[in-house]
């Protein structure tokens, strides 16, 4: 009754100072002599932050929903490199490259440690920070991303083919089948708009850095996971089983009539979760 009782509290009180949240702070680290845009929500006392990390050719504005949700958390949503307002480096741009990127973020806002939240790719993203920084991460929450390989390496290059040789053309029509289940025509025209904005050699790069074997080895995450999947083809039977071999300490969920942007879908649902997530494993 008691534990109830403070998660009934924790979301009232959410809600309450969600009315009254405040415009994101916008500041800039410095990484490998380039810029990388954050926003920065809540007090700078708090030396442990919830940081969100965005998706393939998306920004730190599709965590909209999400950034004022959380007043009683210091909350972080990182432009990676190449995208939003970030700088836009023509370098190779490796999951790791993206990970390095969110500790130098958390130097310049001097904070120690993190739940890090990955939509589609930024999965990868934080697992790779995971591996480079364990001790400065508390937790990842998992929405709608792969721990394991879409396919075999040579599947994946005919994958990418039509996207090298002309990837104005053809990333609209990967981009248009992946917003097919968003159901608001305004939502799925500014994701469409947000996402073809983003320069083509650093999507190209991107897609390039998510076919790396490297990164898709089973090494066990030993930190809390929240996996929030969307029910879809694109996920086989057995991806909770995966999932919980590389993960011990998970919570997954698989969420039906959502698309692959189901935090802005759900927005309400989703921030819960990882609320709950959160004071469950007492991580912030």
Same mark, same amino acid.
């Given at each position: 009754m008691k534990k109830t009782f403070c998660l009934l509290w924790l979301?009232? /009180?959410?809600?309450?100072?969600?009315?009254?949240?405040q415009m994101p702070k916008s500041s800039w680290a410095k990484f490998n002599d380039n810029k990388v845009h954050y926003?920065?929500?809540g007090s700078r006392k708090n030396k442990d932050a919830l940081i969100f990390v965005h998706g393939w050719t998306c920004n730190a504005d599709f965590w909209k929903e999400s950034v004022n949700a959380f007043p009683e958390y210091r909350v972080i949503a990182i432009d990676l490199p190449g995208h939003g307002q970030s700088d836009k480096p023509k370098v190779e741009y490796s999951m790791e490259y993206f990970a390095k990127s969110i500790e130098a973020v958390m130097k310049k806002a001097k904070i120690?440690?993190?739940?890090?939240?990955g939509h589609s790719m930024g999965t990868p993203v934080i697992r790779q920070f995971y591996r480079l920084y364990p001790k400065k991460t508390l937790g990842l929450v998992v929405v709608d991303g792969a721990l394991r390989a879409f396919a075999p390496r040579a599947q994946m290059e005919? /994958? /990418?083919?039509?996207?090298?040789?002309?990837?104005?053309?053809?990333a609209a029509r990967f981009i248009d089948g992946m917003l097919a289940p968003v159901k608001d025509e305004n939502l799925k025209q500014n994701i469409r708009r947000s996402m073809l904005a983003t320069p083509d050699y650093v999507a190209l790069s991107a897609m390039e850095g998510m076919a790396d074997d490297a990164i898709w080895t089973t090494d066990k995450i030993n930190v809390p996971v929240l996996a929030i999947m969307a029910d879809?083809?694109?996920w086989k039977s057995d991806v909770k089983e995966l999932y919980g071999t590389i993960?011990?300490?998970?919570?997954f969920q698989m969420w039906k009539g959502?698309?692959? /942007?189901?935090?802005?879908d759900k927005p309400s649902e989703f921030n819960r979760e990882v609320r709950l997530f959160i004071v469950k494993k007492k991580l912030l």
């Open positions: 979301l009232t /009180f959410s809600a309450i100072a969600f009315s009254q949240s926003t920065d929500v120690k440690n993190a739940v890090l939240v005919q /994958f /990418f083919a039509p996207l090298r040789s002309d990837y104005k053309t053809n879809s083809p694109s993960a011990p300490d998970l919570d959502v698309s692959h /942007f189901l935090m802005i």
